[in-house]
């Protein structure tokens, strides 16, 4: 996302708990800040997005954190997949300090985000996300106002879920179809052509198809650790709800049995070939 609002123009500073991860972005250009604060305060518009609510706590109000200078006037856009309440709580801690902050979880990996073609879910007061979509606009093909603050996560929780659980449904469907000795880019390919094939199949099918014949899935853009967690913070919203979601449940048992036989960082394509290969 970085390097998209670069090349068209942008002014950025950037930060990172992990300040290796900075340097690609410092050789193309960007500004790097020794700290949270630093940048929060020498920037009108701050985009976060990390791994879980750990990660905001600790970028936004931990030690020289996001929110320990004075940020008067700034406005936030969480970006991270996380639950409503996260980004509700957060959203106080904003207003305390004279800044605003809107929710955007974004669908979409590391292409998209390259040519700016995410799909942005965005919770916010009407002012806040007015201003908000003059960054967002950039880096999506379409954003959705859909609430007030905490709605942006709800509804990225909601589109996400389908795509986690269709991993390990697509494994299943593969087994049936193992015995008929195809060759797995022919499968990916028909399977794309039906209803039993999402858009993910697209984009994702060649890579799939390699991982089938023994090859590693990759790029990896979505890890296996990455959809657990997801599926937990599902799985936690659906109970504060007053719901079970059995299916996200089962999809869930499975892929932690995956993260154990080695697989938390491969791409989460890879689950559907291991179902087979057993």
């Known amino acids: 996302m970085t390097l998209r609002l670069m090349s068209l123009g942008r002014e950025l500073m950037v930060w990172n708990r992990t300040p290796a991860k900075t340097k690609p972005l410092a050789e193309a250009g960007s500004k790097v800040a020794p700290t949270a604060r630093e940048l929060a305060e020498s920037s009108d518009i701050v985009l976060s997005i990390v791994t879980d609510a750990d990660a905001i706590e600790s970028a936004y109000r931990g030690k020289d954190g996001l929110l320990t200078g004075e940020v008067k006037g700034r406005l936030f856009v969480e970006m991270s997949t996380v639950r409503p309440e996260v980004h509700e709580r957060l959203a106080r ?82 087994y049936i179809s193992k015995s008929l000795g195809l060759d797995p880019a022919r499968v990916m390919d028909i399977l794309a052509d039906t209803s039993g094939g999402p858009n993910v199949l697209k984009t994702r099918g060649p890579a799939l198809a390699g991982a089938l014949n023994g090859r590693d899935a990759s790029p990896v853009t979505f890890d296996v650790d990455s959809t657990r967690k997801d599926l937990r913070t599902m799985i936690e919203e659906a109970h504060a709800l007053g719901a079970k979601l059995p299916v996200s449940e089962c999809a869930l048992a499975c892929f932690d049995e995956a993260a154990r036989d080695g697989l938390g960082e491969k791409d989460v394509s890879a689950l559907p070939a291991r179902f087979v290969r057993k």
């Open 93 to 174: 801690a904003v207003r305390a300090k004279g800044a605003a902050l809107v929710d955007c979880p974004v669908g979409g990996s590391t292409g998209p985000a390259r040519d700016g073609k995410l799909f942005g879910f965005i919770g916010g007061e009407a002012s806040d996300v007015s201003r908000a979509r003059a960054v967002l606009d950039q880096l999506c093909r379409r954003v959705e106002h859909v609430g007030p603050v905490g709605s942006g996560a709800r509804m990225k929780l909601t589109i996400n879920l389908p795509l986690h659980v269709y991993w390990q449904a697509l494994g299943e469907a593969l």
